[in-house]
């Protein structure tokens, strides 16, 4: 598979040919490189399969949280792929006997269902449905008493039990922080990697081309607005404007011929 290397200065030398005076880093390519990345594994997840890049944490504490009907939580380890109907978490587990992920039988492994606090009340109605140990839901939150705050999941059903940790798995987003060493491979299958080089390209290409009067060419721009103001014709006479000048070049004329008379 590429690295981030081999894609990095691929790209800053097709760069170089045209823009020969730029002067991008290789930070910001590495950062169009994540972007770019996490967009082709939206668009092509069907074929690519979200299992392979599927990332397990074995023994994710829960917490309770007393401002908030003692609901159970977790929080998320890292960042999620977001999708819809919150795919990006492929599932969560818990040993219903021990109220542990890592002991107890297998038979004894619950895994959670995904739901939403207005979905939950129509859970509570149906006894089927119903959240309880043996059949838990989780829904994701991301603010409490503010926006974007908190990065969370709760569950329901777990209200009665102690359950100390649960495992869970994640198809985890792309973050250009993580990148820390270039020689790692950019997680896309090889067949990807040509439209992965083609999109940077183009992403770059429109962020260098900058408007003519944002380029600093050198020139002395104080009299810019003197220069700017717009050219002024004079509109052209009215019929009636015509007609009075005629009238009044005639009474010159004939002024002029009556001095001339007077004269001789």
């Given at each position: 598979?590429?690295?981030?290397?081999?894609?990095?200065?691929?790209v800053l030398?097709?760069?170089?040919?045209v823009?020969d005076?730029t002067?991008?880093q290789?930070?910001?390519?590495?950062f169009?490189?994540?972007?770019?990345?996490?967009?082709?594994?939206?668009?092509?997840?069907e074929?690519i399969?979200?299992?392979?890049y599927?990332?397990?944490?074995?023994?994710?504490?829960?917490?309770?949280?007393?401002?908030?009907?003692?609901?159970?939580y977790?929080d998320?380890?890292?960042?999620?792929?977001?999708?819809?109907?919150?795919?990006?978490?492929?599932?969560?587990?818990?040993?219903?006997?021990?109220?542990?992920?890592?002991?107890?039988?297998?038979?004894?492994?619950?895994?959670?269902?995904?739901t939403?606090?207005?979905?939950s009340?129509?859970?509570?109605?149906?006894?089927?449905e119903?959240?309880?140990?043996?059949?838990?839901?989780?829904?994701?939150?991301?603010?409490?008493?503010?926006?974007?705050?908190?990065?969370?999941?709760?569950?329901?059903g777990?209200?009665?039990?102690?359950v100390?940790?649960?495992?869970?798995?994640?198809?985890?987003?792309?973050?250009?922080?993580?990148?820390?060493?270039?020689?790692?491979?950019?997680?896309l299958?090889?067949?990807?990697?040509e439209?992965?080089?083609t999109?940077?390209?183009?992403?770059?290409?429109f962020?260098?081309?900058?408007?003519?009067?944002?380029v600093?060419?050198?020139s002395?721009?104080?009299?810019r607005?003197v220069?700017?103001?717009?050219?002024?014709?004079?509109?052209?006479p009215?019929?009636?404007?015509?007609?009075n000048?005629a009238?009044?070049?005639?009474?010159?004329?004939?002024?002029i011929?009556?001095?001339?008379?007077?004269?001789?």
């Amino acid at each position: 598979m590429a690295t981030y290397r081999h894609v990095l200065y691929n790209v800053l030398e097709s760069y170089k040919k045209v823009h020969d005076d730029t002067t991008v880093q290789p930070a910001q390519v590495v950062f169009w490189i994540q972007v770019v990345t996490n967009r082709l594994r939206r668009e092509n997840k069907e074929e690519i399969g979200l299992a392979r890049y599927l990332t397990r944490f074995c023994s994710v504490p829960v917490y309770t949280d007393a401002n908030c009907k003692n609901q159970k939580y977790i929080d998320i380890p890292t960042d999620v792929f977001d999708m819809d109907n919150d795919k990006g978490i492929q599932y969560i587990t818990y040993n219903y006997d021990t109220g542990c992920c890592c002991t107890g039988p297998n038979f004894s492994q619950v895994q959670f269902q995904p739901t939403s606090p207005g979905e939950s009340m129509r859970l509570q109605m149906d006894e089927y449905e119903r959240p309880s140990p043996k059949q838990p839901y989780f829904y994701r939150v991301t603010g409490i008493n503010n926006c974007d705050n908190v990065n969370r999941i709760y569950f329901l059903g777990l209200e009665c039990i102690d359950v100390s940790d649960v495992e869970i798995g994640i198809v985890c987003s792309q973050d250009p922080s993580q990148v820390c060493n270039l020689d790692e491979e950019i997680p896309l299958p090889e067949w990807l990697i040509e439209e992965l080089i083609t999109r940077v390209l183009n992403l770059g290409r429109f962020i260098l081309i900058s408007p003519q009067e944002r380029v600093n060419d050198g020139s002395d721009l104080t009299r810019r607005s003197v220069n700017q103001v717009p050219k002024t014709e004079t509109p052209q006479p009215t019929e009636e404007q015509i007609v009075n000048q005629a009238a009044t070049q005639q009474e010159q004329r004939q002024r002029i011929q009556n001095q001339l008379a007077n004269g001789q």
